[in-house]
């Protein structure tokens, strides 16, 4: 069963980067795509962007100036960092296996974004 | 980019039969929008229900089902039971970029 945990900090400062990192376990993260996904406090999903475990991107046109994703097969893991926060940032993110939409997902870690 | 329009809250009673809708702001839904769903219950992680208009995983109860109708992609639950109670959402692919739909709040009463 594949199962995924996202990790990083709960607090971040406006105007900073906020780095989450996804682990994947009970799975290869070869031979797929992954996403990161978030939720606003009591709104719905958006779509941040994905990553081919061999490097293709695919990001949401909106956050994309912002964003960066990267794997690491070594590991099994995979990264989000978003720049120049606002508290619009504010969000329960989730990292997901995506094949052809979310199959797996993680359980979310809520960032805030306060000075 | 693509606006994904969902009903915002539907009511049906258990043992009923409810479906839900998924338009897309550039037209007709069609299989290369490949069009998911998600049930989402409050304060916990989505949980994927169909994939690629009708495609169930191992774990989707059998009662729900995906399709195409009328240029949306479609979500019906049948003999709906209390625990369906639910926030669903729909993903479609367009221009380039996955969307998510606003999503349609159930309620089971």
């Known amino acids: 069963q594949v199962q995924l945990q996202e990790s990083g900090p709960g607090l971040v400062k406006p105007s900073e980067t906020l780095s989450l990192t996804c682990t994947v376990s009970?799975?290869?993260?070869?031979?797929?795509?992954w996403s990161w996904i978030r939720q606003p406090p009591g709104k719905g999903l958006e779509y941040i962007a994905s990553?081919?475990?061999?490097?293709?991107?695919n990001y949401n046109p909106s956050l994309k100036s912002r964003v960066a994703i990267s794997v690491d097969t070594s590991n099994n893991q995979f990264y989000l960092k978003l720049n120049s926060v606002t508290a619009a940032d504010t969000a329960v993110y989730y990292c997901a296996r995506w094949n052809n939409g979310g199959d797996y997902w993680g359980q979310g870690t809520l960032v805030t974004v306060s000075s | 980019q693509t606006v994904v329009t969902q009903e915002p809250s539907l009511t049906v009673s258990p043992g009923g039969t409810v479906t839900l809708t998924c338009a897309s702001s550039?037209?007709?839904?069609?299989?290369?929008?490949?069009p998911n769903w998600f049930q989402q219950i409050p304060g916990h992680a989505p949980r994927s229900l169909i994939y690629t208009i009708s495609n169930k995983h191992s774990w989707t109860p059998a009662r729900f089902s995906g399709s195409l109708l009328g240029g949306k992609a479609a979500l019906t639950l049948s003999g709906v039971l209390p625990e369906d109670e639910a926030d669903y959402y729909c993903l479609l692919y367009s221009g380039g970029v996955w969307v998510f739909g606003g999503g349609t709040k159930l309620t089971v009463l």
């Open positions: 009970g799975g290869s993260i070869n031979n797929y795509h």
């Open positions: 550039t037209g007709a839904v069609t299989s290369g929008y490949y």
């Open positions: 990553m081919y475990y061999s490097g293709s991107t």
